[in-house]
């Protein structure tokens, strides 16, 4: 476990913390006016590997090559000329800082953007640490500047085996409550599909469109098909042989040969993707974050009005159950850029003219 450290003074800025992977939603902007909650569980953080925040540069100001080097092959509105390697925990972890009044944001809305750049300070000697992010459509954070602070170590965790994780069973529900800012009547609430699950959907889909070497895709039936199949059928032409996608991990066979594809999940601390033995091996993985991953893998059945009779003993449950969305799943559109133009295979003309049309396919609610 670490704490991090103001690098002029060397006062304490965080509680213990323990690190885990970088959340898909990490740079997820969700609807509008929207209240997100905190990014990050209490005790943990993150590191962006690359640059990110202000000041940025637009593409036709970024040399192509330059780009590619850093792992980007296709256009993109801007690329960030800030510090690689910045630090991402909760809110409520940071200690000994206070706000800087004139670095409050130009362009936010409901609360802070960042645009700025670092808006919080040491409390003990003045230099800029961190940013906070707490706008609508945001989700909540800190943000520590990798020039400004220092890494101390406080103990040693060892990261959870599948087979913990599993034990544990934490699954992200396909379907959460949303609010906003702003309501006349108060704060407007309804079911959605989960953002956290939008943004996942986001990046399996641009390796499933990577993977699927131009071909048709068809994966499982039920929650998986709603997620995806419906844009894989809209994306990619029809006629030739269909590769076939599956879902593989901890806790179920491992699948055939004749599996093009499959859907794994990544850890949640280390953020490695999990691998099966023998042939299978050879298969392109989608990686899943490890929640998401779960619910599909394990799904509960939806009951459309609750089940007559009493639960069985030591099982617990809200009743009813949680409302279904009433629209049709989209994957999240920044997710999904963000994640294909990192792909070296978006070089081909076919997926380029995916990314092309991407305001198209938005307007028409593939995402």
């Known amino acids: 476990m670490l704490v991090f450290v103001c690098a002029g003074c060397g ?73 690689p390697g910045a630090i991402v925990i909760a809110p409520g972890d940071a200690r000994g800082t206070v706000l800087i009044p004139e670095k409050g944001g130009g362009g936010c809305c409901c609360g802070l953007d960042g645009a700025d750049g670092p808006n919080m300070a040491c409390e003990t000697c003045g230099l800029p640490v961190a940013t906070r992010i707490d706008d609508c459509s945001l989700w909540q954070a800190v943000w520590l500047a990798p020039n400004a602070v220092r890494r101390r170590l406080v103990g040693n965790a060892a990261p959870l085996s599948w087979a ?37 959907a986001g990046r399996a889909l641009a390796h499933l469109l990577a993977a699927s070497e131009g071909r048709p895709v068809t994966v499982p039936d039920g929650l998986i098909a709603e997620v995806f199949q419906r844009a894989l059928d809209a994306l990619l032409p029809a006629g030739p042989p269909a590769r076939c996608a599956v879902i593989a991990g901890p806790g179920r066979a491992v699948p055939d040969t004749e599996a093009d594809i499959l859907l794994v999940p990544t850890h949640p601390q280390t953020g490695k993707t999990w691998t099966p033995a023998g042939p299978a091996a050879s298969a392109y993985p989608v990686p899943l974050p490890f929640g998401v991953w779960l619910s599909l893998a394990f799904p509960e059945p939806y009951l459309p009005v609750p089940a007559s009779g009493g639960m069985p003993d030591g099982v617990l449950r809200d009743d009813p159950p949680a409302p279904r969305p009433r629209h049709l799943f989209r994957a999240d559109p920044g997710a999904f850029q963000h994640t294909l133009v990192r792909l070296p295979v978006v070089h081909r003309l076919w997926l380029r003219e995916i990314l092309e049309n991407l305001p198209q396919h938005v307007r028409a609610r593939l995402f």
């Open 164 to 200: 913990e994780l599993m034990a544990e069973g934490k699954g992200t529900p396909p379907f959460e409550p949303i609010a906003t800012w702003g309501s006349r009547l108060g704060l407007n609430h309804w079911w959605s599909w989960s953002p956290q699950w939008e943004a996942a």
């Open 11 to 83: 006062a304490r800025l965080t509680t213990r913390l323990s690190q885990v992977a970088l959340p898909v939603h990490v740079h997820q902007r969700y609807g509008n006016g929207i209240q997100l909650p905190v990014l990050m569980e209490s005790g943990t953080f993150a590191v962006e590997p690359e640059p990110w925040g202000p000041p940025w540069r637009t593409w036709e100001e970024t040399d192509p090559g330059e780009a590619a080097a850093r792992g980007i092959y296709a256009p993109v509105y801007a690329l960030s000329d800030g510090a």
